[in-house]
């Protein structure tokens, strides 16, 4: 009898052990008290485990009683463990508040403004890239006199030099030309047409917060220009928390950087200054008589006032004035050696001012006004031996805007006004290249969250231009959160173009013998393209590894693109045969983190052609497969120490040959204190020059007709300095 009843005790334990129990949660972000779609929601020690649905809602089935542990996670979000002991009386969902991890909370304020939302990254259906935070000063180490090394050592942008002794540059996305990109700055189109040539040399990344790059035809947003892609420099604002840095660098081709920066916000005006003082001393390290970096001068000044009238009125007013004389060439010449055997110089001189003023007016806690103006004077002349090319150039932009955001959509609509006015001075007596430009458009956009996962922004923009007519740009892209680990995004638009004499190739041979551009028979360039990426991101080995990658598929083409031609005598002329340029490819962008270290792995592959009648031939200039790899340790506020390769495979030239592929390489360190830090860096110390494996000019060097410059000609160069935080 005793046996009996013990064996009846087991099984009756056993039932109650194995009990089947349900557990029901609600997961929201503990910050903001939103359902978190996509949570993992687990009971540890066992198989049993689900994720949370749209609404935040979860279920675990089967759960067996007594003591459990239950496990949630989320990437961005730090794990968190509840012990509960089954069965548990529950009348309703319990509510399991996760909280961001401190990485991720960082990136989360990163909001986006070229899509003229206030969304933050992770919540906009179109893609943008932003180097912000320790990567934008990370790479202000490298070169911190100019942007080009910033923007060039992101996939899928490539940074093409058109002068092999000024180094003159312009910025490539997709491999597309440097003409079909637009780069503003706060929204504002200051570095387009004649102002474009020198524009990536003259802007530093001291006084800038964050660069933000879509890639793809983005004229929706901003109109003409951006076929290829967008950059939008947005500026560093006054904080209560008073700002003041210095930067001094210096290289071993003697080079010499000084910028300071402050910005404070008081009680009703708030103020934002950059200064700088750049220059560069004339250096050949090929000791083939032509200097690799020019002999420059550049100081810069930019001011801006903020006028905080009320919680709900804010007035912002600024200029920025750069000023630059740079002369590259014979190295004797340059060096005031100057004789009938050393006679060739290329010299630059620059005057760039603009003035910024934009009124922002909350009319409530859901909609908002802002009115902005720009006004741009910039003066540039290019001198050769025997030859001169010089002339002002004036332009405007103005823009009224309404913002809404609601619960489920925000609205965005305005109207612009854009002024573009070139006048060439008469040096010879060639035709001018002048051109008076006016276009006016207006733009609505809607991003609409359909669901917690979906999110959908479309947009469509009207353009008339007095000399091209019409253009009807719309675009749409979506945003798909397919659970924790998964994401995706879809998009595409039209984008256009008006001819100027201002490209790559024309400022390759510094405009001579370039004629105007006939408007009667030429139309503007009109493109059309789209991007789809996949995201994915998790933890590994219990949350020790951090992995993501995203994979980006790309297409843009160009109906009828303007090509520069040579027609009789030596005279070159913009013409625009049938056909259409195109570019397709894709970019892989990987990083893996552990511990204090992170490594960036990005390929690029890039297959640009140009057809015409029944031919195709391959775009010149362009690396179709590029590697870009970083590793990066750091230990905060102590240590950061970065080792970097990049590789690019063979380019076509225009010459018709076919340049070698190469890598370069690179070493910077920074120790950093409270208030100051000290930075090194080992810029292509493989030292891989174009001079080293294929010629840069032929001729003499009296009279050198320049080949296209593909790899880098100033090789292995070090530079190091201090930065103080006050």
Do not use: C
Request: net charge neutral; hydrophobic share 35%; proline share 3%.
């Amino acid at each position: 009898m005793k046996k009996l009843i013990v064996l009846l005790a087991v099984l009756l334990f056993t039932v109650s052990a194995y009990a089947q129990n349900t557990y029901k949660a609600l997961v929201k972000d503990a910050k903001t008290n939103k359902p978190l779609a996509g949570a993992s929601v687990k009971l540890l020690g066992s198989a049993i485990s689900s994720v949370s649905g749209f609404d935040g809602h979860v279920a675990l089935s089967n759960v067996p009683a007594g003591p459990q542990v239950i496990q949630f996670s989320y990437i961005g979000f730090k794990t968190k463990t509840d012990t509960l002991t089954f069965p548990i009386d529950q009348t309703a969902d319990i509510v399991v508040l996760l909280e961001a991890a401190a990485e991720e909370e960082e990136l989360d304020e990163v909001v986006v403004s070229a899509t003229r939302s206030s969304r933050t990254i992770d919540n906009i259906p179109t893609r943008v890239e932003v180097i912000a935070g320790e990567e934008l000063d990370e790479k202000g180490n490298m070169k911190p006199g100019d942007i080009r090394m910033m923007l060039a050592e992101s996939t899928g942008i490539q940074t093409q030099q058109t002068s092999a002794t000024s180094g003159n540059s312009s910025i490539r996305i997709q491999g597309l030309d440097g003409k079909y990109t637009q780069i503003i700055r706060d929204g504002f189109p200051l570095y387009s047409g004649f102002s474009g040539g020198l524009g990536l040399l003259q802007i530093a990344p001291l006084d800038l917060q964050q660069v933000e790059v879509i890639k793809g035809s983005s004229s929706t947003l901003y109109g003409g220009g951006a076929i290829a892609g967008l950059v939008n420099l947005v500026s560093k604002k006054p904080t209560e928390e008073r700002q003041l840095s210095f930067l001094l660098n210096g290289t071993s081709a003697l080079g010499l950087d000084a910028s300071g920066f402050y910005a404070q916000k008081f009680e009703k005006i708030g103020v934002t200054v950059y200064a700088a003082y750049n220059k560069g001393t004339a250096y050949d390290p090929s000791d083939i008589g032509l200097t690799a970096i020019p002999k420059f001068d550049r100081f810069t000044l930019n001011p801006k006032l903020f006028f905080y009238f009320n919680d709900a009125t804010t007035l912002s007013a600024g200029i920025n004035a750069t000023t630059e004389k740079r002369i590259g060439g014979d190295l004797e010449y340059v060096k005031g050696n100057g004789s009938v055997a050393h006679s060739y110089f290329e010299e630059n001189k620059t005057g760039r001012y603009s003035s910024q003023l934009e009124l922002d007016h909350k009319l409530n806690n859901q909609e908002k006004l802002v009115v902005r103006n720009s006004v741009s004077y910039y003066d540039r002349s290019i001198g050769l031996p025997n030859y001169l090319f010089s002339g002002i150039q004036v332009s405007t932009y103005s823009e009224a805007n309404y913002n809404r955001n609601g619960e489920k959509a925000d609205w965005v609509a305005g109207v612009n006004f854009l002024t573009d006015h070139f006048k060439e001075d008469q040096n010879s007596n060639a035709a001018l290249r002048s051109y008076n430009y006016n276009t006016i458009g207006a733009f609505v956009q809607n991003t609409w969250n359909l669901s917690e996962r979906f999110n959908i922004e479309s947009g469509v923009r009207s353009d008339y231009h007095n000399e091209y007519g019409f253009f009807f740009l719309p675009r749409i892209s979506g945003l798909w959160k397919i659970n924790e680990h998964f994401s995706t995004r879809l998009g595409g638009g039209l984008g256009y173009k008006a001819p100027t004499v201002f490209t790559e190739d024309a400022e390759r041979i510094q405009f001579r013998n370039v004629l105007p551009i006939d408007v009667t028979t030429t139309k503007a360039e009109r493109s059309y393209g789209a991007n789809y990426d996949i995201n994915y991101r998790t933890t590994l080995f219990e949350d020790k590894v951090g992995f993501s990658i995203n994979q980006m598929f790309f297409y843009t083409r160009i109906n009828n693109p303007i090509l520069l031609t040579a027609v009789t005598g030596s005279n070159l002329e913009y013409v625009q045969p049938k056909g259409n340029l195109d570019t397709k490819g894709m970019e892989t962008n990987a990083k893996i983190t552990y511990s204090d270290f992170k490594l960036f792995i990005g390929y690029t592959y890039a297959d640009v052609n140009q057809h015409t009648g029944s031919t195709s031939t391959a775009y010149p200039l362009v690396s179709k497969h590029r590697l870009n790899n970083v590793l990066m340790y750091e230990v905060e506020d102590e240590w950061k120490i970065g080792a970097e390769a990049y590789y690019f495979s063979k380019q076509r030239l225009n010459d018709g040959a076919t340049g070698k592929s190469y890598w370069t390489a690179g070493l910077m360190a920074e120790k950093l204190w409270e208030r100051f830090s000290i930075f090194v860096n080992f810029e292509n110390f493989t030292n891989t020059r174009q001079t080293k494996f294929d010629t840069i000019y032929t001729g003499t060097i009296t009279d050198p007709v320049f080949r296209d410059i593909y790899a880098p000609v100033d090789g292995f160069v070090i530079n190091g300095g201090i930065k103080l935080r006050l």
